[in-house]
């Protein structure tokens, strides 16, 4: 069964700091990995996705997240955080089936320092 | 791309009331239908999935039903609330299509008191 890891349920960064939001994944086929952003009562909005192609995938608002199936890892990171990057943070991977089940990670609650 | 609607926004219900949160959506066809709850530091949980009018799978046993009487009309229902059955309620909506990215609602926030 496919499963998904976040590693760090909170992150604090300074802004302007480096962002990296670690997820790792458990899959026995070639995987389809996503990462949604979620800010307070609000829903999911997709920043990324991976989809086969291009192993460095860029997404909104300057996040980019590099798919490693050596080390079965799907990092996201951003090169300088503003303020507005507060929010929690899901990976997630899909089933393959015709259900196209999302499996989400815990989520990474990011706080930016001032 | 898709819209997904949700109502209502905020939701207090007393223990034992009934449940009745609705979800459609707009901009695609046949799509794969799903309820997932939130709860605090729990991360989303998969409640129920749809794959088409009348077709309701559960992941896990609870207090809570689905239904899907219309193509893009997804209601999640309760005969008797428990205290437990409080989170935020997402639905979202993606086409079967490999690959593809779910589109999520606004969620409903409710608590049982």
């Known amino acids: 069964a496919q499963s998904v890891t976040q590693l760090g349920s909170h992150v604090s960064v300074s802004e302007g700091a480096l962002v990296l939001l670690r997820c790792n994944y458990s899959s026995s086929v070639p995987p389809y990995l996503f990462w949604y952003v979620q800010y307070p009562n609000q829903g999911l909005q997709l920043l990324l996705k991976?989809?086969?192609?291009?192993?460095l995938v860029k997404g909104i608002n300057g996040f980019e997240a590099e798919f490693k199936k050596s080390e079965t890892s799907f990092h996201l990171t951003k090169p300088s955080a503003h303020m507005s990057d507060a929010a929690e943070y899901f990976c997630a991977v899909t089933e393959l089936s015709g259900t196209y089940k999302y499996i989400f990670g815990t989520g990474t609650r990011l706080k930016v320092l001032a | 791309s898709q819209t997904i609607h949700q109502w209502p926004a905020t939701l207090v219900q007393p223990v034992g009331s009934p449940l009745s949160l609705e979800c459609t959506v707009e901009g695609t066809s046949n799509p794969n239908l799903y309820w997932y709850r939130q709860a605090a530091g729990r991360g989303l949980q998969l409640l129920f999935y749809s794959v088409g009018i009348g077709q309701i799978s559960s992941e896990v046993p609870q207090n809570l039903s689905a239904s899907r009487p219309q193509d893009r009309q997804f209601i999640l229902s309760s005969k008797k609330l428990l205290l437990s059955d409080s989170g935020f309620y997402l639905c979202?909506?993606?086409?079967?299509?490999?690959?593809?990215?779910?589109?999520f609602g606004q969620g409903t926030r409710l608590t049982v008191v």
């Open positions: 979202a909506s993606l086409q079967p299509v490999k690959g593809t990215e779910a589109f």
């Open positions: 991976y989809t086969s192609a291009a192993t």
